[in-house]
T-cell receptor
Framework: GENVEQHPSTLSVQEGDSAVIKCTYSDSASNYFPWYKQELGKGPQLIIDIRSNVGEKKDQRIAVTLNKTAKHFSLHITETQPEDSAVYFCAASIMGRRALTFGSGTRLQVQP | SQTIHQWPATLVQPVGSPLSLECTVEGTSNPNLYWYRQAAGRGLQLLFYSVGIGQISSEVPQNLSASRPQDRQFILSSKKLLLSDSGFYLC??????????FGAGSRLTVL
């Protein structure tokens, strides 16, 4: 089955700096890579996703890059703000199979 | 509109007691439904998924079971809780286009 590894487990940045979270996956057949943000005591919410037919996707301050050859993908948050503080999860799946495999999560703390 | 509900939000149970967590979705029919568990400081582990009434697939052997008595209802149960069952339980469904949407979660503490 799929195995997703995520690094780092914790990340602390100063407000305004950039944050990068990296994930690797094992199943070369995976073609869908979402990122979720989980605030304290709440369920995770999708913030951005990327499919294997593109190498990069951007939405305002958030971007995701995908390297299918190396089987890794990354989340980039620019100009971080305190409200970006949360736990972020990457995931991978094969579209149509519909079972997401999640990474272990990254706790991001943005210091004001 | 499409929404997902989970209850109870928090639960404290003694070891050996039974468990029932409920999840319902609104605004859709025949959804694929999932139960995930998140242990403290850990990632999201898929426990069960269901593609229809009475159809349950288990991803990991454990002390828990799931049932789907109605199209939009998914229940997570245990006959006798263990300490290791403590965690944050999340129900999820596919709202479309492969987007997995989570409920607000149920926090279970087993003492």
């Amino acid at each position: 089955g799929e195995n997703v590894e995520q690094h780092p487990s914790t990340l602390s940045v100063q407000e305004g700096d950039s944050a990068v979270i990296k994930c690797t996956y094992s199943d070369s057949a995976s073609n869908y890579f979402p990122w979720y943000k989980q605030e304290l005591g709440k369920g995770p919410q999708l913030i951005i996703d990327i499919r294997s037919n593109v190498g990069e996707k951007k939405d305002q301050r958030i971007a995701v890059t995908l390297n299918k050859t190396a089987k890794h993908f990354s989340l980039h948050i620019t100009e971080t703000q305190p409200e970006d503080s949360a736990v972020y999860f990457c995931a991978a799946s094969i579209m149509g199979r519909r079972a997401l495999t999640f990474g272990s999560g990254t706790r991001l703390q943005v210091q004001p | 509109s499409q929404t997902i509900h989970q209850w109870p939000a928090t639960l404290v149970q003694p070891v050996g007691s039974p468990l029932s967590l409920e999840c319902t979705v609104e605004g859709t029919s025949n959804p694929n439904l999932y139960w995930y568990r998140q242990a403290a400081g850990r990632g999201l582990q898929l426990l069960f998924y269901s593609v229809g009434i009475g159809q349950i697939s288990s991803e990991v052997p454990q002390n828990l079971s799931a049932s789907r008595p109605q199209d939009r209802q998914f229940i997570l149960s245990s006959k006798k809780l263990l300490l290791s069952d403590s965690g944050f339980y999340l129900c999820a469904w596919y709202a479309g286009a492969n987007v997995l949407t989570f409920g607000a979660g149920s926090r279970l503490t087993v003492l």
